[in-house]
């Protein structure tokens, strides 16, 4: 049962803490962008030749961080919860950007994989970041400061992957590892020196009393015991799902725009007053920008939307709305389409996971918000394993519009779901309101 909430001004220093752990998020993010992308590369350098085995080890390398995550994240939450999130969030930016650093000097494929799973057991970067801003944010304004929190990830996957290419043509793979490690610890250390762990007051709490406060279990044990924090984070992982299923297959979309195409394999563009014919990886790129472009616009206007209209029902039209465009991205005949529709999913998509942490952040018992969002990363992370197995299996049953198809049914069931069962957070439908009474 809620009670009296303090007002914005009770924590003044939310909104400097906001604009460092946001630094924080896009320097850290940005920086795993800077390699990733290109860990095929790295994978050769390693010599494995076989395109075929390359892909393997990819996949395997990728499955391994994704695999520590989910184990590891809602243990790191209920830590977070008894020894402050702030040491959450600097331990996660220290030990992604020193893993990153060794996997720089690997010499070989399986040092890779043992690297890439203790990076993701130790990482967690926007789980830890997104409870350190529930945890220091007065909850009338979580939802926008969350939303804020979601463009620093949005705009480090947009703008990491460009960045990250020029600095491996222009220094070399290995030094991008490096040069990545020295991004992490840039973040960390501004972190440290400008960010400060202060409750809202009256909403959890001292540090003193918090360390005393219930083992990890019975941390994790209370969230889980919330019923709509349970329903939200099952919620928060079919979005996830949306995005992570249909990932691996909008290349080859592209790819056959282009095999349909006359000419050298490339695909055509067209846009008013302008047209272009590109090779099929600039023309992925460009899917990808625009999908961070629209998501970020998107995550601005959740607050707004969120205050006006209830998180609940925000979220829920957003996922709706992107259910109903997936099945057109299967219709789809060129790039032209195809773009525009994805930017279209991006604005409506880039809105849900934000509104979703509002609702988990206001729904979260007080000094709980570590183990809650623990247990959101461990969501996100077995979207990122399971997604691309479903999207894949789905492609080979029925063809990659099959995939588009799939899940575009999964997200309208899941919006229906969440239209029924899930509530308004009673800090966001009092705001709303307030301006009546006012």
């Not at 080890?57 to 702030?86: E, N, Q, V």
């Not at 899940?407 to 899930?422: H, S």
Request: charged fraction near 10%; glycine fraction near 12%; hydrophobic fraction near 55%.
């Amino acid at each position: 049962m809620a009670g009296a909430r303090p007002a914005a001004h009770a924590a003044p220093g939310w909104r400097r803490n906001l604009v460092f752990i946001w630094i924080g998020v896009f320097v850290g993010l940005m920086g795993a962008n800077f390699v990733f992308p290109f860990i095929p590369f790295f994978i050769q350098d390693l010599g494995v030749t076989d395109e075929s085995r390359v892909a393997f080890y990819t996949g395997i390398t990728a499955s391994a961080t994704g695999l520590s995550l989910t184990l590891t994240a809602p243990l790191w939450g209920s830590l977070a919860d008894r020894f402050g999130r702030k040491p959450m969030f600097l331990r996660a930016l220290v030990g992604a950007g020193l893993l990153i650093g060794i996997m720089g000097i690997a010499q070989a494929v399986w040092q890779l994989i043992i690297l890439r799973f203790l990076m993701g057991a130790f990482a967690g970067t926007m789980g830890a970041a997104a409870a350190l801003v529930a945890a220091t944010t007065p909850k009338e304004q979580v939802g926008r400061a969350l939303g804020t929190l979601q463009t620093g990830q949005f705009a480090a996957n947009m703008l990491g992957p460009v960045l990250g290419g020029i600095v491996a043509s222009s220094l070399g793979i290995r030094e991008s590892f490096i040069f990545c490690a020295a991004l992490y610890g840039i973040a960390a250390i501004l972190v440290f020196f400008f960010v400060s762990e202060t409750p809202v007051a009256g909403s959890e709490p001292g540090p003193a009393a918090r360390r005393s406060e219930g083992s990890l279990l019975e941390n994790l044990r209370v969230v889980i015991g919330e019923r709509q924090v349970v329903l939200v984070l099952l919620f928060l992982f079919v979005l996830w799902l949306s995005t992570t299923f249909v990932r691996p297959v909008m290349p080859l979309s592209i790819d056959k725009f282009a095999a349909a195409a006359p000419g050298e394999g490339r695909v055509h563009l067209e846009l008013p007053g302008a047209a272009w014919d590109l090779r099929k990886e600039a023309a992925t790129g460009i899917v990808f920008a625009v999908i961070g472009l629209t998501s970020t616009i998107a995550a601005l206007s959740v607050a707004p939307l969120g205050e006006r209209f209830g998180y609940r029902n925000t979220v829920v039209a957003a996922a709706l709305i992107t259910g109903l465009l997936y099945p057109l991205v299967a219709l789809a005949q060129g790039l032209t389409a195809f773009l525009l529709l994805f930017g279209a999913v991006g604005l409506f998509q880039g809105a849900m996971v934000p509104g979703t942490n509002a609702l988990i952040a206001a729904g979260t018992p007080d000094g709980k918000q570590g183990s809650a969002f623990g247990l959101a990363a461990s969501m996100q992370s077995m979207a990122l394993l399971l997604g691309p197995l479903g999207g894949g299996f789905t492609s080979g049953v029925g063809g990659i519009g099959a995939v588009y198809i799939v899940i575009g049914v999964i997200l309208v069931l899941a919006a229906l779901a969440a239209a029924m069962l899930v509530r308004e957070p009673e800090v966001f439908a009092g705001r709303r309101r307030a301006p009546a009474r006012a």
